[in-house]
């Protein structure tokens, strides 16, 4: 099983897999941030001198982290920055669930509407998963 998920191909396509989800994320989010500070306010977990600073960051490190990543540079950096993003993610998520917020999750800024739930907690947590192969069993360095 670890020889598989050491393959290139795996390897490869799990990289390019995370790194494709948080580029696209980023980029809806930086281009709306105004939008996605209201998902981010939503959760009503930040004070709010924190809402409009975390809009705009995010998206610009989602977008970052998801371009190096892909490109092969800093690869472990990269994937556990959004293997880590993913776990904040989750965690905002169930706190959502229990206290029976019925929001958004912002995802993907306003173009994915979808909402807290149990389906959203699984694809992050796969995509936890493929961040953590792409962490423990890729290479250190750059690609060339």
């Known amino acids: ?3 598989l998920l050491k393959n290139n191909k795996i390897q490869l396509g799990s990289r390019i897999l995370l790194a494709a989800v948080f580029i696209f994320a980023g980029i ?4 709306n941030p105004g939008d996605f500070s209201v998902a981010v306010s939503n959760y009503r977990i930040l004070p709010l001198f924190l ?5 705009i960051f995010i998206p610009w490190l989602e977008l970052s982290s998801g371009i190096l990543l892909l490109f092969g540079k800093w690869i472990k950096a990269n994937s556990l920055i959004l293997t880590a993003l993913l776990i904040v993610f989750n965690v905002l998520i169930i706190v959502a669930i229990l206290r ?3 929001i958004e999750c912002g995802c993907f800024g306003t173009l994915d509407a979808q909402m807290v739930g149990l389906q959203k907690l699984a694809e992050n947590f796969f995509l936890i998963f493929v961040g953590l192969i792409v962490y423990k069993f ?7």
């Open 1 to 3: 099983m670890i020889s």
């Open 138 to 144: 890729s290479p250190d360095s750059d690609v060339e």
């Open 28 to 31: 809806e989010k930086a281009a």
């Open 100 to 102: 029976g917020l019925d």
């Open 51 to 55: 809402i409009n600073i975390t809009a």
